[in-house]
């Protein structure tokens, strides 16, 4: 683990640099010249630093990097594994080691296509301190290079959201995020090591000292490739992930938000029931189900959700055993 050394310590450099741009890598040769060039290519009035975590790739990510940090001494900074610490710890190490007043992240496989991106946020922060950050819109890349219909941020109207909204219903593209350092006072926690993705209980974190502010605007690009950390993870994975984020962060902030924690949690109980279903994982999915029965009580969820949802689960549940069963019947006629 990293140093219980606090991202207050560093509060003497405030003066020193106005935004650091942390950049995440491991094995992103394909990309990361493409996502450091679109950062060095930001206009700004202020100075800014890049600050590039990577983790001992196997790739040649490792000596490109190196090579940028070469030709920009003054502006790039390299944190480099002598082991691979994995993503949780690379994200913290890279920002205990930011300068700015402000920070803003980035994925090395993920670019920015917006040259005032830093500019038109940063303006907003300091106008309006009572915001803890702000965040933008993101384009979708697939794997095939063909773009997605969808954005990231999806039919987000909300200008202004809030910690309830990002728990579970709100997703800021993380290269879309830039935050007042201040508002992230005592980071890591230390259980933050624990936790399979990173972004998003940093959001949450940020997201308890203040409120964000949305900008409807495409100025980033969001790969989805099955190399990348998350959606390269199994829908299991990535949802009993968001369950384990949901536990935890309750317990840190003691049952303050537990209502809307708690709502989070059956949603993905029944978001897995039913992906598992699909995939005739039925045993597991039952189990699931009836979760979701249980905690939709505890919570006093609408009956007439409760009951449109388990219509659902039972007609596929129906199809799913009925599938099952001409299965056998026909595999037992060849026998």
Known sequence: ???????????????????????????????????????????????FEIVIGEDLSTDSTRDIVREYQMRYPQKIRAIFSDRNVGAMENYSRTILQCKGEYISLMDGDDYWIYDKKLQSQADFLDKNRHFSFCFHDARILGADGEWSQETCCGHLHKKVVRFEDIICNVHIPTTSILFQREALMGFPPNWFGTIKCPDRPIFLLLAAEGPGFYFKEL?????????????????????????????????????????????????????????????????????????????????????????????????????????????????????
């Open 1 to 47: 683990m990293i140093g219980r050394k606090s991202i207050e310590d560093k509060k003497e450099y405030f003066v020193y640099m106005k935004i650091s741009v942390c950049i995440f890598t491991y094995n992103h040769e394909k990309f990361i010249s493409q996502a450091i060039e679109s950062v060095l290519n930001q206009l700004t009035e202020f100075d």
């Open 219 to 335: 100025w980033s690009v969001y790969r989805k490739h099955s190399a990348g950390f998350w959606t390269g993870q199994d829908y299991q994975s990535q949802l009993l992930t968001h369950i384990h984020i949901y536990k935890t962060m309750n317990r840190h902030y003691q049952d303050r938000f537990k209502k809307d924690f708690c709502m989070c949690e059956v949603v993905i109980d029944y978001v897995l029931a039913i992906r598992l279903l699909e995939n005739n994982r039925i045993r597991r999915a039952l189990c699931y189900f009836r979760k979701y029965k249980r905690a939709s009580r505890q919570i006093c969820l609408d009956s007439r959700i409760v009951r449109s949802d388990s219509l659902r689960f039972m007609r596929l549940y129906f199809k799913a055993m009925t599938v099952r069963l001409m299965k056998r019947i026909f595999y037992n006629g060849f026998l």
